[in-house]
């Protein structure tokens, strides 16, 4: 299962919370060549918890969840075809799977 979040951050932040070992497509849309701004995260990626974001995570960039990895992908491939990536920090995807 996909959820999907925009103009909704408490329900994201909560969602987050209870499913900290999920994924969170932030989903950025625009263009095919702007994979750089399509990024699948760990539910408890310090990326996706700025405190400059607070009160705007699902306002500028949509979010796509599921506790399943493989599940996420599939959606993404198919909304984004390869117009998306993982994120690579440390605490994430550190290298692309």
Known sequence: ???HFVENDIE???WCKENTNG???NCFGGKENKSDMNIIHKADCPYLWRKKDEGKRTTRY???CSRDLD?????VQKERGSSWKYCKSNSCF???K
């Not at 599940?71 to 959606?75: D, G, P």
């Open 1 to 3: 299962m996909v959820l």
């Open 62 to 64: 949509s979010k796509y």
């Open 23 to 25: 994924y969170v497509f």
């Open 71 to 75: 599940t996420l992908i599939n959606f």
């Open 94 to 96: 550190r290298t692309a």
């Open 12 to 14: 994201y932040e909560n």
